[in-house]
């Protein structure tokens, strides 16, 4: 039990000690099972309008995943309801099969630039919603999806 408590006070720590950090989120995709109608939802936080800020989409599969690609919607929506909607295919495997990112188990994570050093011109809250883009009703074998937002000092 003191050992389960020493290394979870040591992940705490270095967890916290990340200063770039503005938010770093993750949704838990119930069953693995994620529905093209099943909208991730995001609200960050936007004080500083004066930074830049890269944001990452976190990917969580496991290896029983059929694809080496996925697509997503990605929707943006900022404090005055200005939208932006995009498209993104993100890679998971290299061609020969091997998974991209780290792993542990059978469950690999990414974290894949989606905007780097773009500037948010609004204070107050963005919404991000993320879609599964797949030509499947229900995708298997993602079992989460996040988001990171970090601040850069030039």
């Not at 909607?85 to 990414?110: C, H, M, R, Y």
Request: glycine residues 6%; aromatic residues 14%; hydrophobic residues 40%.
């Amino acid at each position: 039990m003191r050992i389960f408590f020493g290394v979870l006070i040591v992940a705490v720590s270095f967890y916290s000690c990340d200063p770039n950090r503005l938010s770093d989120q993750n949704f838990e995709i119930e069953n693995e099972s994620w529905s093209k109608d099943q909208a991730i939802t995001f609200d960050l936080q936007i004080e500083d309008t004066t930074l830049h800020y890269n944001i990452y989409v976190n990917i969580r599969n496991s290896s029983e995943y059929a694809y080496s690609n996925i697509y997503l919607f990605i929707e943006m929506t900022s404090p005055t309801n200005k939208f932006f909607k995009d498209t993104v295919e993100f890679k998971l495997a290299d061609p020969s099969g091997k998974w991209i990112g780290s792993g542990i188990g059978n469950i690999w994570q990414n974290q894949i630039p989606l905007l780097q050093k773009v500037k948010l011109l609004e204070p107050g809250t963005y919404q991000i919603k993320i879609y599964q883009g797949m030509r499947e009703d229900v995708l298997n074998a993602i079992t989460d999806v996040g988001i990171r937002v970090e601040k850069v000092y030039e």
